[in-house]
């Protein structure tokens, strides 16, 4: 059934929500926070429901008021009590084997020593019965208010700007150039989740209550005390880089879905063909860019080109495709762009004019 139509029964019925409501679980938190991002305007069904749920579950129960408890003892009364000198159909309501059914033609009543008990368990029991049924039904919530939204942070940084970001709880990112970062603000009480996109490097202060979680689409990073690289552009290959610690990576590809990367260990994921790679890196080579160095090994064209266009905040313009497979090796501490592309014209035999905010690139 589609979510986006549930009414609050429905939530009530939905194995799924009330698990999530009564023995909650980290993949349940996530994917009704999901629901709640996706579908706001079911706020007030999801909250009527779960505290409807919430209430069952503990088994509170309200006393009846005088009135509904006069207005029941009447009905019971009226229900049991004979009905003398009329025609009119006695109705009697059997409460064990021995009772007996009289006929509409039956004239006399013969009093029996047990009718007084009988009327009293019946009373008893329907009195029960209504007293757990106004409890688990009657005492819906008349009105609850709908969460406030969630409010989150933001950080951009454009083209040619490095940040240096300061988290609430004490965490520390460096965000590349072209990258942004999103966040609830001040975290969940049980969980520390950011959404990257782009390159940045962490710092992650230890939290054993909360674990800090970095999202790129399907796939999430996450650490307790850490300091590791997300590099998560676009369609390219995810990238993390473990420098200190260890981190949990869940992933929606390939067979196995949890890596753990130890100190010095990297994943590549690689989301067009659901596939991923495990392996070693240079701390250099990965961290240059938080420290002025640009460093291109064995480098495709394309990423090249997004790592300099953010770098200097410059578009580049390709007349002609390179041969196919050509890859780019160099590394650049502190560089004007000029310097940067005569090194990469040695080994590749580019030819550039740089024209206002334009590079002409001819292969």
């Known amino acids: 059934m589609d979510i986006s139509k549930f009414s609050i029964e429905d939530f009530i019925y939905d194995t799924g929500f009330r698990k999530w409501v009564l023995e909650p679980d980290p993949d349940s938190l996530q994917y009704w926070n999901e629901i709640l991002l996706k579908y706001p305007y079911q706020a007030a069904n999801i909250n009527k429901a779960k505290a409807i749920l919430l209430k069952m579950e503990s088994g509170e129960h309200d006393d009846l008021e005088a009135r509904e408890l006069d207005e029941i003892w009447e009905v019971i009364d009226c229900h049991t009590r004979p009905t003398f000198g009329t025609n009119t159909e006695s109705k009697i309501i059997p409460l064990h084997s021995k009772s007996e059914y009289k006929t509409p033609d039956t004239k006399m009543y013969k009093y029996r020593g047990d009718s007084q008990f009988l ?22 919530p008349k009105e609850i208010e709908a969460p406030a939204p969630l409010a989150y942070e933001e950080h951009h940084t454009p083209r040619g700007v490095k940040s240096f970001l300061t988290l609430s709880d004490g965490s520390t990112v460096i965000l590349n150039s072209g990258s942004s970062l999103k966040y609830v603000k001040g975290f969940d009480s049980d969980r520390r989740e950011v959404f990257l996109s782009g390159e940045a490097f962490f710092k992650v202060f230890k939290d054993t209550d909360r674990p800090f979680i970095v999202r790129k689409e399907d796939v999430s990073i996450e650490a307790l005390g850490t300091a590791f690289n997300v590099e998560a552009y676009g369609d390219e290959d995810l990238k993390i880089s473990l420098v200190t610690g260890k981190v949990a990576i869940a992933l929606q590809v390939g067979e196995q879905p949890q890596v753990i990367l130890e100190k010095g260990e990297s994943l590549q994921v690689k989301p067009l063909s659901g596939t991923w790679v495990k392996g070693n890196f240079a701390e250099d080579e990965v961290l240059g860019w938080t420290k002025k160095i640009i460093v291109f090994k064995n480098t495709p064209v394309s990423e090249a080109i997004r790592v ?52 002409n690139i001819k292969f």
């Open 119 to 140: 009327r009293v368990a019946a009373i008893l029991i329907v009195s029960a019965c209504l007293g757990m049924l106004a409890a688990t039904f009657n005492k819906y």
């Open 308 to 359: 300099l266009e953010n770098w200097y905040s410059i578009d580049f313009r390709l007349e002609n495709q390179p041969a196919f497979g050509l890859l780019i090796s160099g590394r650049f501490e502190d560089e004007t762009l000029e310097n940067v592309l005569h090194g990469l014209r040695y080994t590749t035999q580019l030819q550039f004019e740089i024209k206002d905010d334009v590079v």
